[in-house]
């Protein structure tokens, strides 16, 4: 699947929670209560993260850990899309940025002017 395909599959789970809630609830979540709810999912992250690298015991193993890895990617598609984000550009323009930045310190840092 390429991005548009990704977040478009994102973008229908996230209509099948909204009817559910609109069901279950009668309202949906606003985006700061879904940027909430991917914070919590970033914490999970980060538990299973220590689990795998043995600092903490945690159930799951490395199920968990994809499972929370892939939650976390939906809760990133769904608020780029409803902030109205084309991550493909902004993401490559970003990497750009970061190697450009990173490279200089690391030329820096080896002639020792850093």
Same mark, same amino acid.
């Given at each position: /699947?390429?991005?548009?395909?990704?977040?478009?599959?994102?973008?229908?789970?996230?209509?099948?929670?909204?009817? #559910?809630?609109?069901?279950?609830?009668? =309202?949906? %979540?606003?985006? !700061?209560?879904?940027? #909430?709810?991917?914070?919590?999912?970033?914490?999970?992250?980060?538990?299973?993260? /220590?689990?795998? !690298?043995?600092?903490?015991? /945690? $159930?799951?193993?490395?199920?968990?850990?994809?499972?929370?890895?892939?939650?976390?990617? %939906?809760?990133?598609?769904? #608020?780029?899309?409803?902030?109205?984000?084309? #991550?493909? $550009?902004?993401? =490559?323009?970003?990497?750009? !940025?970061?190697? !450009?930045?990173?490279?200089?310190?690391?030329?820096?840092? =080896?002639?020792?002017?850093?």
């Amino acid at each position: /699947m390429d991005l548009d395909e990704l977040t478009a599959r994102a973008l229908r789970v996230h209509d099948l929670y909204d009817e #559910l809630n609109l069901a279950k609830r009668g =309202r949906v %979540w606003t985006r !700061e209560e879904f940027m #909430l709810g991917f914070t919590g999912d970033v914490g999970d992250l980060a538990k299973l993260v /220590m689990a795998a !690298e043995g600092a903490r015991d /945690m $159930p799951g193993g490395r199920g968990a850990l994809e499972h929370e890895l892939a939650d976390c990617l %939906w809760s990133v598609l769904v #608020l780029a899309a409803k902030y109205e984000i084309d #991550l493909g $550009p902004v993401f =490559r323009r970003t990497m750009s !940025e970061l190697e !450009e930045s990173v490279a200089a310190q690391l030329g820096a840092a =080896r002639d020792g002017t850093a």
